[in-house]
T-cell receptor, first 115, second 116 residues
Framework: SAVISQKPSRDICQRGTSLTIQCQVD?????MFWYRQQPGQSLTLIAT?????????ESGFVIDKFPISRPNLTFSTLTVSNMSPEDSSIYLC????????????FGPGTRLTVT | AQTVTQSQPEMSVQEAETVTLSCTYD???????LFWYKQPPSRQMILVIR??????QNATENRFSVNFQKAAKSFSLKISDSQLGDTAMYFC?????????????FGKGTLLTVNP
């Protein structure tokens, strides 16, 4: 399995500001994913990040609001831009390993509160 | 588009007993993967078990096993000898490796509480 860390683990931000979340994997992976989990809800995929190409966004999510970087095979960032209270959620990154099956391994999540 | 349904928002079980969580899904694909993930209060999503659709044999991992009924599009999780540490939200997830960019589609989850 892959070990994934995220920074920060939590943050409280003011509306209108931006926050960048970092995701680090302990081994090289082909695909990384960013999810949002609103309070008491399931996970919703924001985008898929492949190294060396633009991220692929799901319906309802746009690059201007959630820019993503994937500079190498072990690291990715998600920025939540121009935040509003509706962006208060847990943001999780995951990675699909280059070995084995199709399972994804998840980071511990970043709890974001926007005031 | 694939959908995943977990019809039990909450369940409880006594320690050492067995509990089954249900999951159904809708797809027109023949080749796909199904997963159960566990999310305890710490928020960490943990992979519990995986099932490949082309395998008839049900997957097992220690105290966790699945009942995979492909024709019925059903994928239930059985937890035997429940432990207090099994208390968590459990999510069923579907993945189609063909043309879906390997993304997971999650159900809404079942909150399982194991009582002492």
């Amino acid at each position: 399995s892959a070990v994934i860390s995220q920074k920060p683990s939590r943050d409280i931000c003011q509306r209108g500001t931006s926050l960048t979340i970092q995701c680090q994997v302990d081994s090289q992976v082909t695909m990384m994913f960013w999810y949002r989990q609103q309070p008491g809800q399931s996970l919703t995929l924001i985008a898929t990040a492949n190294q060396g190409s633009e991220a692929t966004y799901e319906s309802g999510f746009v690059i201007d609001k959630f820019p993503i970087s994937r500079p190498n095979l072990t690291f990715s960032t998600l920025t939540v831009s121009n935040m509003s209270p509706e962006d208060s959620s847990i943001y999780l990154c995951s990675a699909r390993a280059t070995w084995g099956g199709y399972e994804q391994y998840f980071g511990p999540g970043t709890r974001l509160t926007v005031t | 588009a694939q959908t995943v349904t977990q019809s039990q928002p909450e369940m409880s079980v006594q320690e050492a007993e067995t509990v089954t969580l249900s999951c159904t899904y809708d797809t027109s694909e023949n080749n796909y993967y199904l997963f159960w993930y566990k999310q305890p209060p710490s928020r960490q999503m943990i992979l519990v078990i995986r099932q490949e659709a082309y395998k008839q044999q049900n997957a097992t991992e220690n105290r966790f096993s699945v009942n995979f009924q492909k024709a019925a599009k059903s994928f239930s999780l059985k937890i035997s000898d429940s432990q207090l540490g099994d208390t968590a939200m459990y999510f069923c997830a579907f993945m189609n490796p063909q043309g879906s960019n390997y993304k997971l589609t999650f159900g809404k989850g079942t909150l399982l509480t194991v009582n002492p």
